[in-house]
């Protein structure tokens, strides 16, 4: 079955505690993403990555990096969480940078 | 600044009614509009989506409207029923450079559809 896997579905954690949100696709997939989702604003891209080793900033980058060392995976790390990243996470793949994105089912992370 | 404005924020159904979400967009890069389809839990799932060169697209109960010289596009969703209960987000998606393109969401809109 085609799917984008997100690990951990939720996580609780404490400021400045390192974490890593992984996401691996099963569909051969060239490009990935990541998204956050808040209440009243939508989906907004974190990062992406047209290919392995190719990674660049969505609109909002600051406080996350992101790694393409294998095509199927693309991990999101958070280096030093803060409150202002509890939100709900998801990756996303697709073919190509214009073409329709698979979605992870979400993570979501709280960070007191 | 919000590239894509989409209305309303929540709409109320009858079952067999017809739903109907706007999205207005400034930027005339855009050259790919998806409409995506959330359930609690789930992520987003495409759900129909249009290129600027056709002003309708529809598929089964649902249509896409599109107006270039308005910059406005509307997804429709016919007999709508209990099922399409959902979160419906609309996007844009604009060339960004070195063969990468950059998709921007509406805000989302959370559609009930009562029986």
């Known amino acids: 079955e085609a799917q984008v896997t997100q690990n951990p579905r939720y996580l609780i954690t404490v400021t400045g505690k390192k974490l890593t949100v992984t996401c691996s696709q099963n569909?051969?997939?060239?490009?990935m993403s990541w998204y956050r989702q808040d209440p009243g604003l939508g989906l907004r891209q974190i990062y992406y990555?047209?290919?392995?080793?190719?990674?660049d900033k969505g609109d909002v980058p600051e406080g996350y990096k992101v790694s393409r060392k294998e095509k199927r995976n693309f991990p999101l790390i958070l280096e030093s969480p803060s409150p202002n990243q509890t939100s709900l996470y998801f990756c996303a793949s697709s073919r190509g940078s214009n073409q329709p994105q698979h979605f992870g089912d979400g993570t979501r992370l709280s960070i007191l | 600044q919000q590239q894509v404005k989409q209305s309303p924020q929540s709409l109320i159904v009858q079952k067999g009614g017809i739903s109907i979400i706007n999205c207005a967009y400034e930027?005339?890069?855009?050259?790919?509009f998806p409409w995506y389809q959330q359930f609690p839990g789930k992520g987003p799932a495409l759900l129909i989506a249009?290129?600027?060169?056709?002003s309708e697209k529809k598929e089964g109960r649902f249509t896409i409207s599109f107006n270039k010289s308005a910059k406005q596009f509307s997804l429709h969703i016919m007999d709508s029923q209990p099922g399409d209960s959902a979160t419906y987000f609309c996007?844009?998606?604009?060339?960004?450079?070195?063969?990468?393109?950059?998709?921007?969401f509406g805000k989302g809109t959370k559609l009930s559809v009562i029986p």
């Open positions: 930027n005339t890069a855009f050259d790919y």
């Open positions: 990555s047209m290919n392995v080793e190719v990674t």
């Open positions: 996007a844009a998606s604009r060339h960004s450079g070195a063969g990468s393109y950059q998709l921007t």
């Open positions: 569909m051969n997939h060239e490009y």
């Open positions: 249009i290129r600027p060169d056709v």
